[in-house]
């Protein structure tokens, strides 16, 4: 589940507005180092006391979350590398709280936005952890994305002619016993498919003309139509050489995606509310300042 929950949350970076650009493992690394401007030193650091710290330093503990997902369990002597780079961290959180750097507004305002994209990301996660999707809303949705992939196709061959009497005497040849694919390199007008015999290989119901579906629609996998069809490119003499119904992927191949795109979906409906319910005050961005022309080279 954890890695489900991870997946999900690093798609929710990327498309929820005011989570754009965070990262799971940089806020997990930043999970207990953050304060908002103004308030006291004691608050720069949160009560976390894990049951099996990865270290402890100067009486302070270091959870093993600490370490980024993508360095677990790692190489040999990863794992080493990266407590050692952890607890060099909190001995410089402990030095800043020392020079009580957090006084200074420059050094809390980084604190904090540190703060807020962990914060959030934990709002996040737990939104999605106790929001899951009905099984109804996912079998609804997997019929509504699924129903257009539902297509009839044809594996058909044609020949285009310029008028309907070469069509009609075409057709006439092909009943008398000549065969398709030659008469089509003699007389089709198409030179994407001519060469090939007229063979237009699977086409779906939908991108074929509408005369053209309606005559492969009345006819048996390899039989003629008797009668030509006119479209935009002439008349056509068209021939049904097999039929299918193009399946879409199977609801347990997809279920998975389907249930990550309904939890974004619904994250993001979740902050639509938020935003509509709260006051929110958004000052004009200053626009940049033109730069100024390049004076002129002097003439000679």
């Keep these: 589940m954890m890695r489900h929950t991870a997946t999900l949350t690093a798609a929710i970076c990327a498309g929820a507005v005011f989570l754009q650009g965070c990262n799971p493992a940089d806020n997990a690394s930043n999970s207990g180092s953050g ?8 608050s720069a650091r949160l009560d976390v006391k894990p049951a099996d710290p990865l270290a402890t330093v100067n009486g302070r ?26 607890v060099q961290r909190e001995l410089l959180r402990q030095e800043a709280e020392k020079q009580a750097l957090l006084a200074d507004p420059a050094v809390a305002e980084k604190v904090d936005n540190a703060l807020r994209m962990a914060v959030s990301q934990a709002a996040a996660e737990y939104f999605i952890e106790h929001q899951a999707p009905t099984d109804e809303e996912i079998r609804l949705a997997y019929e509504e994305k699924s129903a257009p992939l539902r297509k009839t196709e044809f594996r058909l061959r044609h020949i285009v002619l310029a008028s309907e009497a070469a069509a009609r005497d075409a057709i006439a040849r092909l009943q008398k016993g000549e065969k398709f694919e030659d008469l089509a390199k003699k007389l089709s007008t198409d030179t994407a498919s001519k060469a090939q015999g007229g063979e237009l290989g699977w086409q779906t119901q939908d991108r074929l003309a509408a005369p053209v579906s309606a005559a492969l629609a009345g006819l048996k996998n390899g039989e ?5 069809v006119q479209t935009a490119a002439g008349w056509e ?10 399946q879409p992927p199977a609801f347990e191949q997809v279920k998975d995606q389907i249930v990550r795109g309904l939890q974004v979906k619904k994250f993001q409906q979740h902050v639509d509310t938020l935003k509509a319910a709260a006051k929110i005050d958004m000052p004009a961005v200053p626009s ?8 002129s080279p002097a003439k000679p």
Excluded: W, Y
């Design 61 to 86: 503990p270091i959870p093993r979350s600490a370490i980024p997902q993508q360095h677990r369990p790692g190489p040999p002597g990863a794992s080493d590398k990266m407590r050692d780079e952890l």
């Design 237 to 246: 003499v068209v021939e049904r050489e097999d039929f299918r119904e193009k």
């Design 288 to 295: 940049a300042s033109p730069r100024p022309a390049s004076p």
């Design 35 to 42: 304060t908002s401007p103004g308030t006291t030193q004691a």
């Design 224 to 228: 003629l139509a008797s009668v030509p």
